[in-house]
């Protein structure tokens, strides 16, 4: 039996009042999973449906992470193995970010974007929109949020590797000096997300239970939430959920 709006909105009240503010993630990563098989099962024969359902979403999803006083969002939008989607399908998609990406950096938005992800990979004119959006909403003092696009998580990490390596061949270090040099601190410093802090939470909604490479570096010791819910049908109850069991749990860092 459906739950009455008044019902709905009360609970979704006192769970947000039930949160614990010092308790609460400072970086929140999001991997917005299921838009295709929620327009199949709305009954879409076209699953562009469901990637603009998902659209809609992202910037309802930044204004709760406002109201929690969230530093930064990551949401993992396309990978590289979604490049090579059908071409139709992929074209509407790569348009649909572009779209995003414009709403969430447009007038009267706060938010400062980040790509992560490499831009190369893209067609020109979605990495220029994309370079655009990182400019115009420069130093803006909202959430940062990061846009993975284009995004794989063994290809940052040797992305780090070898932007560090290149570094130092610049300045002229020696070989072993180069060996030296390969630390963890020094790959962390070349990561996409560099001088941030690690995602303290990822939530990954469909009911996949995997990360799919998703911050492979950074997720280390991040909780992980899991949700059946598709991304399109994802509420502000949802997230609160996510939460309110972030809050309970005792983080160990691999302790």
Not at 97 to 102: L, M, Q, T
Not at 145 to 151: C, H, I, K, P, S
């Amino acid at each position: 039996m459906a739950v009455s709006f008044p019902l709905y909105s009360l609970y979704e009240a006192r769970l947000r009042a039930s949160l614990d503010e010092s308790r609460l993630p400072r970086h929140i990563a999001v991997m917005a999973d299921g838009n295709r098989r929620w327009a199949r099962e709305a009954g879409f024969t076209d699953v562009a449906h469901g990637h603009r359902a998902g659209a809609v979403k992202i910037a309802e999803m930044l204004g709760w992470c406002d109201d929690l006083r969230v530093d930064v969002a990551t949401i993992y939008l396309l990978s590289t193995e979604n490049l090579g989607r059908d071409a139709e399908e992929l074209d509407e998609l790569l348009q649909i970010i572009a779209d995003v990406v414009d709403e969430i950096t447009g007038p009267g938005k706060n938010w400062e974007v980040r790509i992560v992800g490499r831009l190369e990979v893209l067609p020109d004119w979605l990495a220029e929109r994309l370079r655009h959006a990182e400019q115009v909403s420069r130093g803006r003092p909202g959430v940062k949020v990061n846009v993975a696009v284009g995004y794989g998580g063994r290809q940052e990490i040797a992305d780090a590797a070898r932007e560090l390596v290149q570094e130092l061949i610049d300045k002229g270090c020696s070989g072993q000096e180069l060996v030296d040099a390969i630390t963890v601190d020094g790959i962390g410093e070349h990561l996409y997300t560099s001088g941030q802090p690690d995602p303290d939470l990822v939530i990954r909604t469909s009911g996949e239970q995997r990360l799919s490479g998703f911050l492979l570096w950074q997720s280390a010791y991040s909780e992980i939430w899991f949700t059946e819910a598709y991304w399109p049908a994802f509420r502000r109850v949802d997230f609160l959920r996510a939460m309110r069991e972030y809050g309970a749990r005792n983080r160990r860092f691999g302790q």
